[in-house]
């Protein structure tokens, strides 16, 4: 398949492919529980914090994993073109959106990871099994990468606030294909 056959089957296309749906919506229940999850551990000095902390560190180098995996199928794949009537002020926004969220996707758990890093903790995966250090020890760099971390999730929250407003938007008063195309496949 030549290069310009690719790039028209992807304009034709209505629906992301099954594996871009399925990474999509795993996840996207992955982050709603990284952020509660996030939320949690540091509201609570209960016995309950290192629980907190053992599911925050392996589901964010799982959604660091996940998240190079999406760019790759996305960088492939394409996506469905969007609607020829959605005003080009949308269009900027959708675009400009989805790059924040898979800039954010990447930049949390490596900025979570430094963080750990920078203050001198493992990031436990499983048991004994965790990930190698990929900042200097500096208490200085943890604080600045901690405020980071915090900030940047919240940037996250509100970024899939708005993509959650905007999917619900075309999906109940648009009607225009753009919520079905990765909500259900081709029928």
Known sequence: MTNTSRRVSRRVTRHFSPLA???H?????????????????????SHAHAT????????????????????AVRLKNG????????????RVAAKASHFVLYGLFIAMPLIGWAMLSAGGYPVTL????????????NVDLFALLRAL???LALALFA????HLAAAL????????GVFSSMARGER
């Open 21 to 23: 749906r399925l990474l």
């Open 159 to 162: 970024t899939v606030l708005a």
């Open 126 to 137: 499983f048991g004994a099994w965790h990930l190698p250090a990929i900042m200097p020890q």
């Open 79 to 90: 996506s469905p073109a969007l609607p020829d009537d959605m005003p080009a002020l949308q």
């Open 52 to 71: 907190l902390i053992a599911l925050h560190r392996p589901l964010g180098i799982a959604l660091l994993l996940l998240a190079l995996l999406r760019v």
């Open 169 to 176: 938007f075309h999906g109940l008063i648009r009607r225009d």
């Open 25 to 45: 919506w795993t996840m996207a229940v992955l982050i709603l529980a990284m952020l509660f999850i996030g939320v949690a551990m540091v509201a609570t000095v």
């Open 149 to 151: 971390h915090t900030w």
